[in-house]
């Protein structure tokens, strides 16, 4: 190069030749890929791309439009889905929750054994419950999942649910009775029922 007077003596490092060489098989192999997926058509893994359209808020044909997409609000589920889905509840809180996490109740730190008859409770631990079967999977949240479940949604759940002045202030513990002061109907309600 030095020796040729037209053209301008610049120093080039050798791994710059090798760095453009591994660029030019890089894109060489990703050129092949393309070509491999456009000739396979909609069989292969670019079939995704197909359907980005109905996930970005297009309606598939046979789809109806009032289907959930994901799971609903457990209070605005009506029988046989509705016990179905308490059921489902329960266990988990029954099997998971209550022997794991619910050390022995206080005053401080109130359960209730009937914990299904407050909607206050069966809405947070469903909504809890939800999170738990998402963040759990490693393949959808990784290995963190669980820390963030308990930081952002058991941890939560238990302060509304436990306090001496939450939905449960009413159920005492005492010779195997739980009293409970269930909220009264509310004045609207009275006139429906009066009516």
């Known amino acids: 190069m030095a020796d040729d007077p037209g053209l301008p003596d610049f120093e080039v490092p050798v791994g710059l030749f090798q760095d453009l060489e591994d660029l030019k ?27 980005e359209g109905a996930a970005a808020g297009e309606e598939s044909e046979g789809e109806p ?14 029988s046989p889905a509705y016990d179905d889905e308490l059921r489902a509840l329960i266990e988990w809180v029954e099997g998971v929750l209550v022997p794991g996490y619910l050390a022995e ?4 730190a109130r359960w209730c ?24 999977d490693p393949a959808s949240c990784g290995y963190t999942g669980p820390s963030v479940w308990h930081r952002d949604h058991l941890d939560p759940c238990l302060r509304e649910l436990r306090p001496s002045n939450g939905p449960f202030a009413g159920c005492t513990k005492g010779e195997h009775q739980v009293d409970h002061r269930m909220p009264a109907i509310v004045p609207s309600a009275w006139r429906c029922a009066q009516e």
């Open 113 to 136: 054994p009937n914990w299904f008859e407050h909607p206050v409770a069966i809405a947070r631990l469903h909504a809890c419950w939800l999170a738990w079967q998402e963040l759990t």
């Open 25 to 51: 098989a890089q894109v060489a192999a990703l050129s092949e890929q393309v070509k491999e997926l456009n000739e396979s058509g909609a069989d292969g893994p670019g079939e995704a791309f197909a359907d």
């Open 65 to 78: 439009e009032d289907e959930w997409q994901f799971p609903p609000f457990i209070l605005l589920l009506d």
């Open 105 to 108: 109740p206080s005053s401080d």
